[in-house]
């Protein structure tokens, strides 16, 4: 038997995630940027919290502290991006690799421990919110109301010029957007997300660990396809929704597989799969498609269709 | 209004397949001209007209909108003063994005981003009175994704996009080019609209020597990066395309049979 409890903690954890899930849609989706940084910054939220808890410093300032560096950790690769050219993918890995120092610099050794430190979720226990429900209720409103925000954030003047950034950048430059100050701001903001994500992972499960980066991205990015495969992105909102429900569906998924009996250590080859058979879907599917046309008594169809008089009104 | 002075640029410089585009363009637009540009593939026309918008820097020479010099700043620092149509309409419109967002992208054309909402109710119903000028039937798809229109409604809507915060110059770059012929016709006489319902001053490329004897008032040709013919008023009007030719050959010299352009008629 399943327990109530343990499909309680993948639910945590999808929401949890959720908020990295959508720093990565920022980066992804509507940047159009394969953003490597998120395995370092992921950790660097973690990092920043944990130390700053273990020195005395209250949880939620410490939870709000951990996104502002992530945003640093992101508009540096977006300054060696477009200050420096060097390639995007490069960028994210360059800041991912010095963020792994920045982050044992940070902790001052690999794991920080947290089981008997103040963290956010004593602080919400200390408001009254019973223990059993204080991580689902945190995490499930800061997922909704990141999502929110995000939503209406893509529709103001400067997130249009975001979205238009990674839809057409030509374009958008000609109508007057530095294109370059729009892709480090991006990178920024998704971090933090990502950061923050980190720095309340910590707190819930325990510890702040240098490790715990590792995967990130391609995790985030499954939940991200995910989301898109289960609601139908058919509006800004719905894709964000997607998202959240994407990292939950994600984690669910974790959840059985590791009670199915797979290794932990093994769930990154899993999700690496399983976000490589969602990307090349499309591309089977048009060469399988391509196939079948080139068979007998498909033939005709499609020469009148190229036939077609090309109007376009 | 615009003034082009002795602009100088050459591609890749110090390798063998360095080539200088421009060769001391000078260029003078008072307000409301409309120039059209010709040349043989290579000319330099795309070249010019990217130069005037900033999208590379130019080696030598000035370049004044308005009486301000633009030649240091950025495109993106320019873009106040500037609307483009690309050949492409792919290009000038973001496919991911709706029809009223593109508009409202291009209604602020050149100002600051704001944490504003990015289409106000009083965009929507400026929008719809602007699109319903194109009699295509977009004014009642404004949220429908660009993507989901065809590439003459796409070049359509990214003309209005270049016009609807009015720009000082209009760069058009063989805008309808990639057109179907009858849809070519259907945004060049848009283009015509809209730039005398305005006074725009233009430069438009095209390969079409019938059309740039037919739009604008003048007409300059290029050749290897160098103005080789500017024509205007009564001695442009009586000039058929014969004539055009005639023109470009007794100033260079040369023959040019093989060019596809020039023989486009
Ligand atoms: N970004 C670039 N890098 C290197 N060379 C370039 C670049 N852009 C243009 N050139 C070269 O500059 C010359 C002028 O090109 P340009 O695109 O301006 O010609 P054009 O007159 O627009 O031609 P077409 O009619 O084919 O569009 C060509 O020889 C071209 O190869
Ligand atoms: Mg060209």
Redesign the interface.
Known sequence: MISLGALGGALEQGLVYAVMALGVYLTFRVLNFPDLTVDGSFPLGAAVAAKLICGGVDPVVATVVAPALGFVAGATTGVLNTRLRISGLLSGILTMTALYSVNLRIMGRANIPLLRSATVLTTLRGLGVPAGVAAILLFLVSAILLKLVLDVFLRTEFGMALRATGDNEVMIRSLGVNTDSMKIVGLGLSNALVALSGAMVAQYQGFADIGMGIGMVVAGLASVILGGAIIAPISIGMATFGVVAGSVVYRFAVFFALRMGFAPTDLKIVTAALVVIALSGPTIRARLGAERRRAPGHGKSEASRENFPARNH | MVSLRHLGKTFLPGTTNGRMALRDVSLDLASGDFVTIIGSNGAGKSTLLNAV?GVFPVDEGTIIIDGQDVTAL????R??A?G?V?QDP????????SIE?NL???A????R???????TQEDRESFKEYLALLG?GLESRLSDQVKLL????RQALALL?ATIKRPKLLLLDEHAAA??P??AQDILALTDRIVRRYGLTVMMVTHNLRHALTFGNRTVMMHEGEIVLDVGGPERSGMTVADLLERFHATRGERLSDDRILLEV
Not at chain 2, 108 to 111: K, M, P, V, Y
Not at chain 2, 113 to 119: E, I, K, P, S
Not at chain 2, 150 to 153: H, N, V
């Open positions: 918008a950025p495109e993106h620092g873009a106040a500037i483009r690309f792919m290009q000038g419109t973001a496919g991911s994005m967002e409202a992208m291009a602020r054309r050149g100002e981003r704001r944490l504003a909402r990015g289409v295509l065809s590439g003459g409604q996009m057109l179907d009858r849809t």
